[in-house]
């Protein structure tokens, strides 16, 4: 009954009349527009206008509640000749190095290991996304007790064990810090590469492998070159997402070491945080995150250019 | 059930819209988010005290108190203390957020600018209660106005395991008054794995409560009087720096260099270190837990533990406390209020019953509050009655402003020794360190 009523009030509706508007979505160019619009003003309230203000608060001399005046670049000058930022240039530069290889190769590991058909292979690709599900600042104050100077675990065991005579002090030694840095921030970062590269693993077509078993390549040959040029546009998309946050890290060493002892482990996050908050420095703790910027956008574009030559090719 | 149709949603919604961006040009417009009935409403920012009771008496008890007495309604809000400086930030700059900050240490120096003058409220404290210690002044007086009202000063003082001291030779619960003698007793004790524990890390207070009196005893200073001239580099602060080295190897728990604010305690408390200058609050911890918190011989810590003052050293005894001021907030819609807030807490029989639950963890900001009765009831907190009338503050001998701040927040005193113990030879460190002052007390 319904259907048949409808078709009938249809049937009475003349041809619409188009509406300016409805015309002007009609046409692509606009509907197009139209529909983009809402990215546009998500992206320009909260990635454009942030990074702009920061362009703008870094040539200033702003300070907390004081707007400050256009100083041209002598933030960026006095960063040049100081000793502790030039510290967390290096020390971010290291951080992000090594813990890329190691994630990426611990990550590729893992997941070629995943990709294998096992008992319980479900639960445990659950499992190997725990350190990335939970939250940092809740995963890293663990951390921080098991790398604590008095009451570390892994000292206690390694003690029980005969490994070593006296502490560790995992975080009151400059060079042992940074490393501890390092471990947490490979463990919180492998799952990611692993469950990414699994996913990229699994696009590769069964019978390519098998083609080249029958063709007589050992396992470490398919790897080379079946597996690995097929995974290599995954890889860099990985690696590209993982060093803009490896390289934009705060969470991590804040709770950690908080920059310590003495600057060994700052980086641009928490030494641009020191100044601008702890000091109520804006300008300059400005001027430091931007710092980063010319660093990350040559990576960027370096990677970019690189899955496009993988992808044209 | 009301029946709700298209068209009278459409009138609503674009009423709605209308609204909301008429409210969103009108904020863009003024800059600053909207203040919400803020005329009978106070909004208190502070710290999650370390004694929780206090916390517990403000929002409970002295709220409804001040409910009742000022017709207000008081809103406490407990943040980390390391997380205050973040929050003073986003609200100065968006203009909204509490009323009333409580700061630790010289943080209102930072934020001068913004904060309500109460030379008023706090030059009739001053009066009525026996006069500001010079710590409280320091850091709450730009030199021209009171930026900030003086709570409180958390004294700091080294607990000590009375028993372990006996048996280096310092019987009737004496403790070393030299630097010397400190190094001579805890070498003893740290060879029976018992050293002494300070933190040389990154954190808010006891790292700078160490260093900058443990320089002043040698006789450094960072600057002169007048706020400029660093002085840092000098014979005094060169052998303050050498002694560390050895003093660091020699004495103390070198796992000190990652010491955060609470890793004194549970090393304390957990009987791993002799000694370590801190806050009362390992002892009323060990107070509050007699079972939990035992010696080796499982009689209770807490009548293990005595206080003293940092040691004496060639140019004197100093200590630093970290001291706590009120900021009334320029942005406050409510600045009348919020300072005849400000008078009532501080007033006498009002922060009376706070002092009382901090059982002496605080001490109050004049020095009329070393009279108080609860200094009778436990002789081991005697030390800290009056323990801030020691007390400078960061930048001396130049004022504690905004640049002393800025030092103190990069912990660049604390990185000097730091670097030092870790190899650094001690010159290149005052060296580094001058050079860090020179950068901002020079700009």
Not at chain 1, 215 to 220: E, K, L, S, T
Request: charged share 20%.
């Amino acid at each position: 009954m319904a259907i048949s009523y409808a078709a009938r009030e249809r049937a009475y509706v003349a041809a619409p009349r188009r509406g300016p508007v409805t015309r002007l979505l009609e046409d692509e160019r606009w509907l197009g527009a139209l529909l983009l619009l809402p990215t546009a003003v998500l992206l320009a309230l909260f990635i454009a206008y942030p990074f702009v203000k920061g362009v703008l608060l870094s040539v200033t001399d702003a300070r907390v509640g004081v707007p400050g005046t256009f100083v041209g670049l002598q933030n960026f000058i006095a960063l040049a000749h100081d000793g502790i930022f030039r510290e967390a240039v290096w020390n971010t530069f290291i951080y992000t190095g090594v813990t890329t290889v190691f994630k990426l190769a611990l990550g590729l590991w893992l997941a070629l290991l995943l990709n294998r058909h096992f008992r319980g292979k479900a639960l445990t690709r659950a499992f190997v996304l725990l350190p990335f599900i939970i939250p940092t600042v809740l995963s890293t104050f663990a951390w921080k007790w098991m790398f604590d100077p008095t009451f570390s675990v892994i000292n206690w065991t390694l003690y029980r064990l005969d490994i070593i005579d006296s502490r560790i002090n995992w975080l009151g030694d400059p060079q042992l810090a940074m490393i501890s840095i390092i471990i947490v921030n490979v463990w919180r970062g492998v799952p990611f590469y692993a469950i990414s590269l699994l996913a990229g693993l699994q696009t590769i077509s069964p019978e390519l492998q098998e083609a080249a078993a029958i063709d007589g390549a050992r396992p470490w040959q398919r790897f080379w070159h079946v597996t690995w040029p097929l995974l290599l546009p995954v890889t860099m998309v990985v690696v590209l997402f993982s060093v803009i946050q490896t390289f934009a890290d705060f969470q991590l060493v804040y709770v950690l070491t908080g920059g310590g002892p003495a600057n060994a482990t700052h980086l641009f996050a928490t030494y641009a945080y020191q100044i601008g908050v702890g000091t109520g420095l804006l300008s300059e703790g400005a001027a430091i995150s931007l710092a980063m910027f010319p660093a990350l956008l040559v990576v960027v574009v370096v990677q970019l250019l690189y899955i496009r030559r993988v992808e044209i090719h | 059930m009301a029946r709700f149709d298209r068209r009278s949603f459409l009138k609503l919604s674009g009423g709605g819209a209308i609204a909301a961006s008429a409210g969103m040009a009108g904020i863009l417009a003024s800059g600053r988010a909207p203040a919400y009935a803020q005329a009978t409403s106070i909004h208190w920012l502070r710290w999650n005290d370390f004694v929780p009771a206090s916390d517990q008496l403000l929002k409970g008890e002295m709220a409804a108190e001040c409910e009742k007495a000022l017709g207000v309604k008081l809103t406490i809000e407990t943040i980390n203390a390391n997380d205050i400086q973040a929050r003073v930030t986003s609200s100065i700059q968006s203009g909204s957020g509490p009323d009333i900050v409580c700061a630790l240490n010289n943080w209102a120096q930072l934020y001068g600018e913004s904060l309500a003058d109460v030379t008023d409220v706090a030059e009739e404290l001053g009066k009525s209660q026996g006069g500001f210690y010079e710590t409280s002044r320091a850091v709450a007086n730009d030199g021209k106005r009171w930026i900030a009202v003086p709570w409180s000063i958390v004294g700091l003082q080294i607990a000590y395991r009375r028993s372990w001291f006996e048996e280096v030779g310092y019987a009737g619960g004496k403790f070393p008054e030299t630097w010397e003698a400190l190094r001579e007793a805890g070498k003893k004790l740290k060879a029976k794995g018992r050293p002494v524990g300070q933190t040389l890390g990154h954190t808010f207070g006891d790292a700078p409560a160490f260093t900058y009196p443990y320089l002043w005893s040698w006789g450094g200073k960072e600057v002169e009087a007048d706020g400029k001239t660093v002085v840092l580099d000098s014979k005094e602060t060169l052998e303050s720096v050498k002694f560390m080295v050895g003093f660091w190897k020699d004495a103390l728990d070198e796992g000190g260099l990652a010491w955060d604010d609470s890793s004194n305690n549970r090393a304390f408390l957990s009987g791993t270190c002799c000694a370590t200058n801190n806050g009362a609050s390992i002892y009323i911890e060990a107070l509050r837990k007699p079972d939990a918190y035992q010696t080796e011989k499982g009689t209770p810590l807490k009548d293990d533990i005595l206080h003293a003052p940092l040691p004496k050293g060639p140019g004197g005894q100093f200590s630093f406390h970290v001291p706590f001021s009120n900021m009334l907030m320029g942005y406050s819609k409510n600045q009348k209020g919020a300072k005849e807030f400000l008078r009532w807490i501080s007033s006498k029989p009002v922060f009376d019953k706070w002092f009382t639950t901090q059982k002496g963890f605080s001490v109050g900001p004049t020095t009329d509050w070393e009279k108080h009765k609860l200094w009778n009831d436990d002789p081991v907190m005697l030390p800290y009655r009056s323990a801030a009338r020691t007390g400078r503050f960061a930048g001396h001998a130049g004022p504690s402003g905004r640049k002393a701040a800025e030092v103190l927040t990069k912990y660049i005193l604390t990185d000097m020794y730091a670097k030092a113990v870790q190899g650094m030879p001690p010159e290149d460190a005052v060296k580094w360190a001058r050079g860090e002052l020179i950068k901002i007390y020079g700009a």
